[in-house]
T-cell receptor, first 111, second 115 residues
């Protein structure tokens, strides 16, 4: 059974810092991995989608990498801003076509 | 293009009642997935519908059911509500629901409180 973990569970950084969020998974048989952000009480917003054959994806200040062999993905946020404060979730689509989500990392960027 | 919409946004029910939640996907999307989000269990996959057929199902009891209509709108039903069913229920849509380039688009959710 696929299990997804995210470290750290919570993170607080001053504005302007670069930071890395981690996502680990136990089964490398995945179609893709997606990073989302969720604002309090709201739905999820897709940030980046990495296909299983890809190593990384970039969008603006965000860069996500995928290493299937080690069961890891990282989300790098450059020059963090208070507006980046949210919970960040990674999710995998496994070969059974089910989505498995990590528990999330709650990020606070302090002005 | 309008996003995924869910109704109602908030709902209060009592134990033993049943509830129906609705989701309208992005126009042209044929896959709709449902998730339950709770503080203790996080985000858990309930089921996925594609072209009016349930394609995948998560590990939830039979009290949780759903359906999809010919216009791709979907409903989920929870019968005999329990206190533990209190959660944020999220719906997501995508074009086909398969393939490596598919991105899911989420609605704002329905917050259900069971008293």
């Amino acid at each position: 059974k696929q299990e997804v973990t995210q470290i750290p569970a919570a993170l607080s950084v001053p504005e302007g810092e670069n930071l890395v969020l981690n996502c680990s998974f136990t089964d490398s048989a995945i179609y893709n991995l997606q990073w989302f952000r969720q604002d309090p009480g709201k739905g999820l917003t897709s940030l980046l989608l990495i296909q299983s054959s890809q190593r990384e994806q970039t969008s603006g200040r965000l860069n996500a990498s995928l290493d299937k062999s080690s069961g890891r993905s990282t989300l790098y946020i450059a020059a963090s801003q208070p507006g980046d404060s949210a919970t960040y979730l990674c999710a995998l689509r496994d070969y059974g076509q089910n989505f498995v989500f990590g528990p999330g990392t709650r990020l606070s960027v302090l002005p | 293009k309008a996003g995924v919409t869910q109704t109602p946004r908030y709902l209060i029910k009592t134990r033993g009642q049943q509830v129906t939640l609705s989701c309208s996907p992005i126009s042209g999307h044929r896959s709709v997935s449902w998730y339950q989000q709770t503080p203790g269990q996080g985000l858990q996959f309930l089921f996925e519908y594609f072209s009016e057929t349930q394609r995948n199902k998560g590990n939830f009891p039979g009290r949780f059911s759903g359906r999809q209509f010919s216009n791709s709108r979907s409903e989920m039903n929870v019968s005999t509500l329990e206190l533990g069913d209190s959660a944020l229920y999220l719906c997501a849509s995508s074009s086909y629901g398969t393939g490596r380039q598919e991105t899911q688009y989420f609605g704002p959710g329905t917050r259900l409180l069971v008293l």
